[in-house]
T-cell receptor, first 114, second 112 residues
Framework: AQSVTQPDIHITVSEGASLELRCNYS??????LFWYVQSPGQGLQLLLK??????LVQGIKGFEAEFKRSQSSFNLRKPSVHWSDAAEYFC????????????FGRGTSLIVHP | DTAVSQTPKYLVTQMGNDKSIKCEQN?????MYWYKQDSKKFLKIMFS???????INETVPNRFSPKSPDKAHLNLHINSLELGDSAVYFC???????????FGSGTRLTVV
């Protein structure tokens, strides 16, 4: 079974600074990988996904993520954070064989200081 | 024109009661899901359902049951509510492929 770890519970950045949120997964093959964002009181919104091909994927809201097989990682990045990016971010991993219902990480809460 | 809608948004009820949460999607997706998010924001899959298969997370108590009158609806019925059922419940839908989910905005259930 697959698993995913988001090692940072909270991340605080200043507005305009760059951002990297970490995600590590465990799976026997190349998994399906996702990043979701949850704003307060809202459901989760898909930011980006990786299935295969180019290991650098672009998403919505100026986010990107890079799949690194050697490190079993799929870190989320943004070059310049806006105050509206403050939210909870979830990494998820899905199996590529059989049921691909993703397993979610425990989330990283992003705090943006003015 | 909401893609995945859940009702109610908030639900406060007493222990022992039976309640239902409704979910509807207008995306034409094949599969619908229910997730439970606890107070620490951990998301746990409860059910996935399409017209072919119901997959139940074996850790979900049988007091919880999904009911799907048609492809666009997947309701969650909960019997004999317990304090530990307090959480935010999310409905989601997807095509029958690993293409990512569309989530509803959640139902915050409080059992007192």
């Amino acid at each position: 079974a697959q698993s995913v770890t988001q090692p940072d519970i909270h991340i605080t950045v200043s507005e305009g600074a760059s951002l990297e949120l970490r995600c590590n997964y465990s799976y026997g093959a190349t998994p399906y990988l996702f990043w979701y964002v949850q704003s307060p009181g809202q459901g989760l919104q898909l930011l980006l996904k990786y299935f295969s091909g180019d290991t650098l994927v672009q998403g919505i809201k100026g986010f990107e993520a890079e799949f690194k097989r050697s490190q079993s990682s799929f870190n989320l990045r943004k070059p310049s954070v806006h105050w509206s990016d403050a939210a909870e971010y979830f990494c998820a991993v899905g199996a590529t064989g059989g049921s691909y219902i993703p397993t979610f990480g425990r989330g990283t809460s992003l705090i943006v200081h003015p | 024109d909401t893609a995945v809608s859940q009702t109610p948004k908030y639900l406060v009820t007493q222990m022992g009661n039976d309640k239902s949460i409704k979910c509807e999607q207008n995306l034409g997706h094949d599969t619908m899901y229910w997730y439970k998010q606890d107070s620490k924001k951990f998301l746990k899959i409860m059910f996935s359902y399409n017209n072919k298969e119901l997959i139940i997370n074996e850790t979900v108590p049988n007091r919880f049951s999904p009911k799907s009158p048609d492809k666009a609806h997947l309701n969650l019925h909960i019997n004999s509510l317990e304090l530990g059922d307090s959480a935010v419940y999310f409905c989601a839908s997807s095509q029958d492929s690993p293409d990512g989910y569309t989530f509803g905005s959640g139902t915050r259930l409080t059992v007192v």
